[in-house]
Nanobody, 127 residues
Framework: QVQLVESGGGLVQAGGSLRLSCAASGRTFSSYTMAWFRQAPGKEREFVSA????????YYADSVKGRFTISRDNAKNTMYLQMNSLKPEDTAVYYC????????????????????WGQGTQVTVSS
């Protein structure tokens, strides 16, 4: 079955950086758009960033644009999220997700676009 395993979370001071990883198995990784979502306490899970299966398109929430960079290494079945200039409001559990459709060129920003999720990794940014 499909498994997504996040790593790289932790505690960092405001202005610092972290790099999250998502290791995937169980399906042809390179055929699927991948994404990062996050969920802060008491809030809905929200879209952070996505990268197309072809690696040619990337998408970001306005709140992270210019600070976060998404990438993927299809040879390693791994996706990354480089997070710079972190702010206390970035504190959340970060989840990786795999799109429900192979070779999709459609919607990428909604939870319903994805049918596989990791268990999440905690990111805490102190002020």
């Amino acid at each position: 079955q499909v498994q997504l395993v996040e790593s790289g979370g932790g505690l960092v001071q405001a202005g610092g950086s972290l790099r999250l990883s998502c290791a995937a198995s169980g399906r042809t990784f390179s055929s699927y758009t991948m994404a990062w979502f996050r969920q802060a306490p008491g809030k809905e899970r929200e879209f952070v960033s996505a990268i197309s299966w072809s690696d040619s398109s990337t998408y970001y929430a306005d709140s992270v644009k210019g600070r976060f960079t998404i990438s993927r290494d299809n040879a390693k079945n791994t996706m990354y999220l480089q997070m710079n200039s972190l702010k206390p409001e970035d504190t959340a559990v970060y989840y990786c997700a795999s799109h429900r459709l192979a070779f999709s060129s459609g919607s990428v920003r909604f939870r319903s676009d994805y049918n596989y999720w990791g268990q999440g990794t905690q990111v805490t940014v102190s002020s």
